[in-house]
């Protein structure tokens, strides 16, 4: 259920941005107008966070974590189907305001005082303050649930260092939503308090401080970064030692790395407001703290590129998946260690470099991660194979598009292009690195066509997929495809962070960990 | 006087306490039977309450500076205790009564007291050093203005940071307790250290930002060998207690669970931390 | 001899560039190397688990790179935005929606939207806002700093060339965010007095006819409760200052060249020129439009 809603927020959302890009194909161009373009790119933003990617891992976390770890359901199943209707509702209200007098106009991140009453009259911002708070509920109930299950739920031998990283992983973000959520949330209801109730918590002109929300909502964001980030290194950390018929290079590191990204990214909000003009003492030591929180993400990717070495490689659509995300990942990261030195932040930040660095990390990171958990687990979850040969041409072409448009949006900002313009004029070279941009993003729109078409056939063939096609260690595939109604009639023995592995090579087991 | 000068002059360097430290660690030495690890951590743990007690830094705060009581506060209640632990060896805990005081039963409840002990600690070690130095300096530190002549003046300072070292001791006790038996497991360990990182962030959250909302602030400048203005000392204090002050515990949480990971169960080595991570090394050598 | 912040930046930006690129390749690289070269061959490779030296050695590196570039971004931040205890700004920018206001401390000149500064010296700038958060940027001439309403923030403007910068704003500020563009005009210290002298001569009068029939519209048509037409007066700061518009060679943000033609489609229906603009729309009758255009372009 939540896959299928993020799947269809995701069009949703990816339609918006095609309007996004046609807008800004040519210089001075008037194809829809201002204030459309930026209830557009306000929607594009919130949908993509909120209602896909968040969606999308959560249901994989949903219908994972029980198998993984050798439980039949969820900890809290009431709470589960309250967290989805919740999430569903918020987005509904979201788009009930395009019929209310006109979508929220003030961005995803909504800064005061720009989306107060004074300067954003429509309905729109109350719609999105409700609609998040909904969804942020939503999420926390989801939370909420994986912590539990994960503490309760586990089969009686599998102890919590023998977690496979997915669901490790899912586990630590449990707590990286439980608190972060709570923060945008507040914030939330307090810029709902001044809208309705004129409050003036966010107005300076009246006493409240502007910069108080940047505060409150980056202190969520950034950590909402990474609660998006670590589901799909999970997912990318389950992926590729089992296609390359290796275990994880170093599972102490990419777990207990898990674990400091999540400590630290509560300590390096700031990097996002470098330029509001603090002083350089504390912009000082959180330049100091983001980069540090770089170290932990580096040791991952080194460990995912070691987990090949001397491996036995098969290349599946799901492992190629695994390997762009590598490499547009790390474009990703880099550039946003840029920001971290101080100065370069203060010629780049809000540029289309930005945009360029944020899609690096949410499609070249999350997405890319989310498609090759998509191609691993669909015969498990459906009992039918996606068809190797259609994905393929979704990679690709998602692969090519992807890169052509955003690639060349890093140059576009250190040209001096501002983000969030709906138009721009004709200086020299932004005419066609926008064009090129723009053609890019057809590409991608033809591959989540063939992405569509493929679930489409695949669903309407015969089950034909085996218990454990990718011959996996984890439990989730010692089950039938589709698993039955209850996981699970017996496990089998758990000894070590691979028990699958361990049942098909007796001889050569892993070291035992109970 | 630029602050390096201020820091390799001799005189402000104390040979008093540096004698007193060296004698301590000569009879830690000779008393205790310990390896070379526990020696070195105990050594390491004595220099930084030299830092403390002798070095310049100890005369800084005549200057009223901030910052610089923040770095021995913070010295003293979350490195010097770690360091000191991790060079006693576990035979000193021995005794039958401490044990029986740990296996009691209300261990749980004593590590919730040694929480609240380090966090007050922080708290009120920060703001019991903001009152006295707001009564010598005559300025509002941390939005608190004491009155010259309170009897807070009268506290000699090394009580102050004698009793917070204790504090500190007490506080990190059940994390690096030298008997690990008597320690709280990996994962509560990392609860334990996180929480408590949280509550420093909050602390250094507020010193940070009342800087800039304090007016008075913004227009003095206190004569000190680093000429610092008194906003830029605040912020500084502030931000070194909230971001170093959680790297040093999250980079501990890291390495507890480390060890952690590679933990079968039941099996605890009782040896402290930094052996292991030696014992490591060893065997690849 | 100091170096402009845009070098010190630039500097840093081509040495990040360069570890960031050898990263890249590395990864690359490998990832390529070991796809090839080990690709399923049917058996079942060494399970084994990492290196935990290799590791160790990596963080290090890793701290080791970190640690440079921290040394250098702070450096970097002190020569860059040192300011002084007390600041005393010598150009305040107010930022509006959708236009840059700017005074002058040291001449009292007001003006909006093309800024000149002389070549070669370090100006201090403060930056508020008027209503949301705006951000001034240039990015040829150094770093941007948000304009926030309610609190003022200071950075260095300088350059080393005369010449016209473009810049623009650079936080997301409403419907014709992307229309908030800026244009600062280095020129010599004796261009930029004279220029000053000219902003600080009184409004112009003249005998001719449509001119004075412009004025008259003017004022009868309540222009002049957001914009004023008397040198530096900054009471009415809902519009821009008007008193020497024609001087200035571009308007509405750098959005058009400041020609009759241009001023005539704004003055005639504003919303279909920028639309979202706070200028109402006067629904002039024919004559009283043009002797509006003819008065405005006269205002040198």
Redesign the interface.
């Known amino acids: 259920m939540y896959l299928w809603l993020a799947l269809f927020f995701f069009i949703i959302g990816g339609l918006e941005a095609m309007v996004l890009r046609a807008q800004l194909a040519l210089p001075n161009n008037e194809l829809i ?3 459309t373009y ?1 209830q557009l790119f306000t929607m594009h933003g919130t949908t993509m966070i909120f209602l896909v990617l968040m969606p999308a891992l959560i249901g994989l976390g949903t219908y994972l974590i029980p198998l993984m770890i050798g439980a039949n359901e969820m900890a809290f199943p009431r709470l589960n189907a309250f967290s989805l209707w919740m999430t569903f509702m918020g987005g509904t209200l979201l788009y009930f305001s395009f019929f209310a007098g006109g979508g929220p ?3 995803w991140f909504n ?1 005061a ?2 989306s107060e009453n ?2 954003s009259s429509s309905h729109g911002v109350d719609y999105y303050l409700i609609g998040l708070i909904l969804t942020g509920i939503g999420s926390i109930g989801a939370a909420l649930n994986f912590v539990t299950t994960v503490l309760t739920l586990r089969a009686p031998d599998m ?3 023998m977690l496979p990283l997915f669901v490790w992983m899912m586990f630590i973000n449990g707590f990286l939503i439980l608190a972060a959520f709570p923060l945008l949330n507040a914030g939330l209801f307090m810029m709902l308090i001044d809208r309705q109730f004129d409050a003036h918590f966010f107005i ?2 009246s006493g409240g ?3 108080l929300w940047q505060h409150f909502f980056w202190a969520f964001g950034h950590p909402e970064v990474y609660i998006l980030a670590l589901p799909a290194f999970g997912i990318i950390s389950e992926v590729i030692p089992v296609f ?10 990419v ?2 790395s898990t ?2 990204i999540a ?2 990214a ?2 390096v909000w700031v990097h996002h407001m470098f ?3 603090m ?11 983001s ?2 929180i ?2 932990p993400t ?2 991952k ?3 995912w ?2 987990t ?8 599946t659509v799901s492992m190629m998946f695994a ?1 762009a995300f ?2 547009d990942f ?2 990703g990261g ?2 946003g ?2 920001f ?5 932040d ?2 780049l ?3 289309y470099y930005v945009v360029a660095h944020i899609h690096y990390v949410f499609l070249g990171g999350t997405a890319f991660g989310i498609f090759a958990g998509i191609f691993y687990w669909f015969p498990k979850i459906t009992g039918r194979h996606l068809s190797e040969k259609l994905g393929k041409w979704h990679l690709w072409l998602f692969v090519f598009g992807f890169n052509m448009t955003f690639l060349l949006q890093h140059m576009l900002g250190i ?2 292009m ?8 004709d ?1 020299p070279y932004w005419k066609i690195l926008n064009l090129i941009s723009s053609i890019g993003a057809i590409f991608m729109f033809v591959a989540i066509g063939i992405f569509l078409y493929n679930i489409f056939i695949t669903l309407k063939k015969p089950r034909s997929a085996e218990d454990n096609p990718w011959e996996a260690w984890t439990l989730e595939w010692s089950t039938p495809s589709p698993p039955n109604l209850k996981n699970f009639e017996q496990l089998p023995p758990i000894h070590s962070r691979r028990p699958l ?1 361990d049942l098909n ?1 007796p001889d ?1 087991p ?1 070291k ?3 | 006087m630029s602050g390096m000068e201020y820091f390799l002059r001799f005189e402000n360097w104390s040979a008093g306490w540096l004698l007193f430290f060296v004698f301590l660690w000569i009879s830690h030495v000779v008393v205790l039977k310990s390896s070379r690890v526990h020696k070195v951590c105990f050594a390491s743990g004595l220099f930084i309450l030299y830092l403390v007690f002798g070095s310049p830094l100890a005369l800084l705060s005549e200057y009223g500076l901030h910052s610089t009581a923040m770095v021995k506060q913070m010295l003293i209640v979350m490195v010097a205790p770690i360091l000191i632990l991790n060079g006693v060896p576990k035979n000193i805990f021995a005794g039958s009564m401490r044990n029986d005081f740990w296996n009691s039963g209300n261990s749980k409840k004593l590590v919730m007291v040694a929480w609240f002990l380090g966090a007050l600690a922080m708290w009120g070690g920060h703001f019991f050093g903001a009152i006295v130095m707001s009564a010598k300096t005559g300025l509002a530190i941390c939005g608190i203005s004491a009155p010259i002549e309170g009897w807070f003046s009268a506290v000699p300072e090394n009580l102050i940071l004698a009793v917070l070292l204790l504090m500190g001791v007490l506080f990190a006790l059940p994390v690096f307790n030298p008997n690990r038996s008597h320690r709280i497991g990996a994962l509560q360990s990392v609860a334990y250290l996180f929480t408590s990182c949280v509550s420093c962030s909050i602390l250094g959250l507020y010193v940070t930002f009342s800087a800039v909302s304090n007016a008075t602030l913004n227009t003095t400048t206190l004569r000190n060998p680093f000429s610092l203005s008194s906003i830029a000392d605040q912020e500084l204090a502030g931000m070194l207690m909230w971001v170093p002050g959680c790297f040093l515990y999250v980079f501990l949480c890291m390495a507890i669970l480390m060890r952690w990971y590679d933990e079968k169960e039941g099996q605890l080595k009782p040896q402290p931390l930094i052996m292991k991570t030696k014992k490591i090394e060893q065997i690849h050598t | 001899m100091q170096f402009p912040d845009i070098e010190i930046t630039e500097r840093l930006f081509l040495y990040f560039g360069i570890v960031a690129f050898i990263i890249f390749v590395l990864v690359v690289f490998f990832i390529n190397r070991f796809t090839v070269k080990y690709r399923d061959k049917g058996e079942i490779p060494v399970q084994s688990g990492g290196n935990e030296k290799f590791e160790v050695g990596m963080i290090i590196i890793a701290v080791c790179i970190t640690t440079f570039f921290l040394v250098m971004t702070l450096m970097g931040m002190k020569s860059i935005q040192t300011i002084p205890d007390n600041p005393k700004a010598d150009l305040n920018i107010i930022g509006h929606q959708w236009w840059w206001e700017a005074r002058y401390t040291e001449s009292g000149v007001l003006t909006a939207n093309e800024i000149h500064i002389p070549v070669g010296e370090k100006i201090l700038l403060g930056l508020t806002s008027a209503d949301v958060i705006h951000s001034w940027w240039i990015p040829d001439l150094g770093r941007k700093l948000d304009m926030i309403p309610g609190m003022k923030s200071y950075m260095w403007l300088y350059s080393e060339k005369e010449g016209e910068f473009l810049g623009a704003c650079s936080e997301f500020c409403g419907a014709q965010h992307a229309r908030m563009r800026i244009r600062v005009i280095v020129q010599s210290r004796e261009d930029f007095e004279a220029w000053e002298q000219g902003q600080l001569k009184e409004a112009k009068f003249s005998s001719d006819a449509l001119f004075n029939r412009g004025k008259q519209v003017f004022e009868e048509r309540t222009c002049t409760n957001c914009h004023s037409i008397t040198v530096n007066q900054d009471s009415a700061d809902i519009g821009p200052n008007l008193t020497h518009f024609a001087s200035r060679k571009h308007f509405l943000s750098d959005m058009k060249e400041n020609n009759k033609e241009n001023l005539r489609a704004w003055l005639k229906d504003p919303q279909q020129v920028k639309s979202g603009a706070k200028m109402p729309n006067f629904i002039f009758p024919e004559e009283e439009l043009e002797a509006l255009v003819h008065y405005l372009s006269n205002l040198k």
């Open positions: 107008s201002p204030e930026n106009d003030a961005g800064y005082p720009l004074n300067y102890k919590l260092n300076p002109s401080s502007a910069i390359s018929r290796k275990p994880i290079f170093g599972y102490k590191f777990a207990s674990v400091a400590l630290l509560f300590g330029a509001v003009g002083s350089n003492t504390v912009n000082g030591f959180f330049a100091a703290s980069m540090l770089g170290i580096g040791i990717v080194i460990n590129i070691g090949m070495y001397k491996g036995s490689i098969r290349m390997l590598l490499i790390t474009i880099l550039s260690a840029s971290a030195i101080v100065p370069i203060w010629q930040t809000d540029t040209l001096g501002p983000r969030r313009i709906y138009t721009y004029p200086l592995w090579n050569n892993d035992r960990l109970n």
